[in-house]
C-alpha cells in the first residue's frame, strides 16, 4: 500500500542502476521502481558486473545515460555492495552518482560503514515499504 502513493506520478528516464544478487528482489525492487513512474532500470545480479558497467559508462562518456543513481545490496558474490560504493567514490566520472544501499545487513555498524563510505540512503531491505522507504529514498538523492 505505500508503493501505491507512488502510482501514476509522470514517467521518469532517470537512468538507475541496481547491483541485488537475489533474482526476487529484483523483480520486487524493480516493479516498486517502475510503479513509482520509474522506467529506466539497468539490473547487475553482482558488485562485479555492476562495476564493470559503470567503468563501461566512464570510459564511453555515457554515465549520464546509464546510471544516475545506484542502488546496492552490501553481500553479494564477486564484489560486495561496500566495496562497489567505494570504487565508485574513488573514481572521477563515477563519484557523484547517488548511492543507496538496500540490504536485508543494516544496522549500526553497518550504517556507520556506509555513511564513512559515501552512501547517500541506507534502507534495509524490509523497509520497501515501510517508514522511509526505498522510494523515497530514490526522490530524495536525483
Known amino acids: 500500500?505505500?508503493?501505491?502513493?507512488f502510482e501514476g506520478r509522470e514517467?521518469?528516464?532517470?537512468?538507475?542502476?541496481?547491483a541485488e544478487d537475489s533474482m526476487m528482489l529484483c523483480r520486487l525492487v524493480q516493479d516498486a521502481v517502475?510503479?513509482?513512474?520509474?522506467?529506466?532500470?539497468?539490473?547487475?545480479?553482482?558488485?562485479?558486473?555492476?562495476w564493470d558497467y559503470l567503468e563501461e559508462l566512464?570510459?564511453?562518456?555515457?554515465?549520464?545515460?546509464?546510471a544516475k543513481c545506484l542502488i546496492t545490496?552490501?553481500?553479494?558474490?564477486?564484489?560486495?555492495?561496500?566495496?562497489?560504493?567505494?570504487?565508485?567514490?574513488?573514481?572521477?566520472?563515477?563519484?557523484?552518482?547517488?548511492?543507496?544501499?538496500f540490504s536485508s545487513l543494516i544496522n549500526d555498524e553497518m550504517r556507520r560503514k556506509g555513511a564513512l563510505l559515501g552512501a547517500n540512503a541506507q534502507i534495509s531491505k524490509p523497509e520497501i515499504g515501510?517508514?522511509?522507504?526505498?522510494?523515497?529514498?530514490?526522490?530524495?538523492v536525483k
Open 1 to 5: 500500500s505505500q508503493v501505491a502513493r
Open 11 to 18: 514517467r521518469n528516464e532517470i537512468p538507475i542502476l541496481i
Open 34 to 50: 517502475n510503479k513509482a513512474g520509474y522506467t529506466n532500470i539497468t539490473i547487475k545480479n553482482n558488485g562485479k558486473e555492476a
Open 58 to 66: 566512464r570510459r564511453t562518456n555515457g554515465v549520464e545515460y546509464g
Open 73 to 101: 545490496d552490501i553481500e553479494m558474490p564477486k564484489m560486495d555492495g561496500h566495496h562497489l560504493i567505494k570504487l565508485v567514490r574513488e573514481t572521477e566520472g563515477l563519484k557523484h552518482i547517488p548511492i543507496i544501499i
Open 130 to 140: 515501510t517508514r522511509v522507504t526505498l522510494l523515497d529514498a530514490i526522490l530524495g
